[in-house]
């Protein structure tokens, strides 16, 4: 999974509890991504990174917040935990030979109940 | 309406078979188009990726991009049983790099 971890791999929580997924890389990539997967949809962005302290919002932010404080971790956090947002997250990097050829990690897999 | 559209399959097909699989898009901005493979509870892997127009071939996979008609395709040739997988095109501008846009994806299963 070209040097990414995420952790935990798998959780349950209740709503409305904070929720923090980890991905840490191990290759110096520049850019990390957050993406969750749910049936029908496909992968979908939810806030990525190109820099440390440097993030943008994708396509299906609200509810989520992300941090980068070192170039290998890139943290995102449910503020209060819905069950909408039961989902398998997938962190994702690339580097300079182009931002659109992405290296996935294993997953998280989330429960709210 | 998705702005990239992929038939979920299931598809089922013998081993040794082409397979095609296909993706629609309507952002007419997309110029980096990519096909990713995932294996059951695994991450999505980079397959082939290609720049704006034309044919790619890797091995027995080949990527195809139609931008006139919105259309991205990749054939399997010799299909394998290791190639069931759930097969995801995506997409992205030059303007929006990072943001890549993914299709459902469509699970293929090869027979034996």
């Known amino acids: 999974d070209a040097g990414i971890t995420q952790s935990p791999r798998h959780k349950v929580t209740e709503t409305g509890t904070p929720v923090t997924l980890r991905c840490h890389q191990t290759?110096?990539?520049?850019?990390m991504y957050w993406y969750r997967q749910d049936p029908g949809h496909g992968l979908r962005l939810i806030h990525y990174?190109?820099?440390?302290?440097?993030?943008d919002k994708g396509e299906v932010s609200d509810g989520y917040s992300v941090s980068r404080s070192k170039t290998e971790d890139f943290l995102l956090t449910l503020e209060s935990a819905t069950s909408s947002q039961t989902s398998v997250y997938f962190c994702?990097?690339?580097?300079?030979?182009?931002?659109?050829?992405?290296?996935f990690g294993p997953g998280t897999r989330l429960t709210v109940t | 309406q998705k702005e990239v559209e992929q038939d979920p399959g299931p598809l089922s097909v013998p081993e040794g078979a082409i397979v095609s699989l296909n993706c629609t898009y309507s952002?007419?901005?997309?110029?980096?188009f990519m096909w990713y493979r995932q294996y059951s509870r695994k991450g999505p892997e980079l397959l082939m990726y290609?720049?704006?127009?034309g044919n790619k071939e890797d091995g027995r996979f080949t990527a195809q991009v139609d931008k006139s008609s919105k259309y991205i395709s990749l054939f399997i040739r010799d299909s394998q049983p290791s190639d069931s997988a759930t097969y995801l095109c995506?997409?992205?501008?030059?303007?929006?790099?990072?943001?890549?846009?993914f299709g459902q994806g469509t699970r293929l299963t090869i027979n034996p």
């Open positions: 994702a990097i690339s580097g300079d030979r182009g931002p659109y050829e992405q290296y």
């Open positions: 995506a997409m992205s501008s030059i303007q929006g790099a990072q943001k890549l846009v």
């Open positions: 952002n007419s901005a997309f110029q980096y």
């Open positions: 290609t720049y704006s127009s």
């Open positions: 990174s190109y820099g440390v302290k440097d993030t």
């Open positions: 290759e110096n990539h520049r850019y």
